[in-house]
């Protein structure tokens, strides 16, 4: 079992070091695309399945509340969050529907959508993008393996190079912190 554990950590780290190099100049573009945003009024969408789900309701939080550093709240959605809006958009237009639904409620020209699917072929996931992206959202995509339809539908993706879900929704966790802390640090300055 220890010999597994260490396997598993080494695994993690390793693929998180070669998301980390393919994509560090995207993760900074989009990171200076979120404090624009930020600082124009505009806010971030975020939305997933399953852990997906509870990835972009974590950073969701990060932005509202804080990450490290007191600062004002910056707004910031998770569409899976909202059980009476699932519900009832899931019931009365099909469970596909459910964030392109949202996404053309609360998103505006110069927001960000930040659609996250393991796999990038969640058919609620990708509908999402395509309402956002007739909005005049600015799109990114949190995915992994060969990116599936979601990585070709966006302005941005993230494509994480694993095919093990696990991996994958742990280097989206830290992409999400990092871009946190990116975004807190632009838009306060360096920490003494």
């Not at 972009?56 to 909202?82: C, M, N, S, W």
């Not at 959202?137 to 995915?143: C, E, G, L």
Request: one cysteine or more; aromatic letters at 6%; charged letters at 20%.
């Amino acid at each position: 079992m220890k010999d597994f554990a260490l396997k598993a950590f080494a695994d993690s780290a390793n693929v998180k070091q070669q998301f980390a190099r393919d994509h560090a100049d995207r993760i900074a573009r989009v990171a200076a695309l979120m404090v624009t945003a930020f600082r124009e009024g505009r806010k971030v969408l975020l939305f997933g399945n399953g852990g997906s789900a509870t990835d972009a309701a974590h950073i969701a939080a990060e932005f509202v509340g804080r990450y490290k550093r007191e600062r004002q709240p910056l707004p910031a959605l998770a569409l899976a969050t909202d059980i009476a809006a699932i519900t009832c958009i899931a019931n009365d237009y099909g469970y596909d529907e459910l964030f392109a639904r949202q996404v053309r409620a609360h998103g505006r020209p110069g927001d960000i959508a930040i659609a996250i699917s393991t796999s990038g072929n969640s058919p609620n996931v990708l509908k999402g993008v395509e309402a956002a992206r007739a909005c005049g959202m600015i799109t990114v995509a949190w995915t992994g393996g060969s990116g599936g339809k979601l990585a070709g539908l966006v302005d941005h993706p993230f494509v994480v190079p694993s095919t093990v879900t696990a991996r994958i929704q742990e280097s989206h966790i830290t992409l999400g912190h990092v871009l946190c802390e990116l975004v807190e640090e632009s838009l306060l300055g360096h920490a003494s």
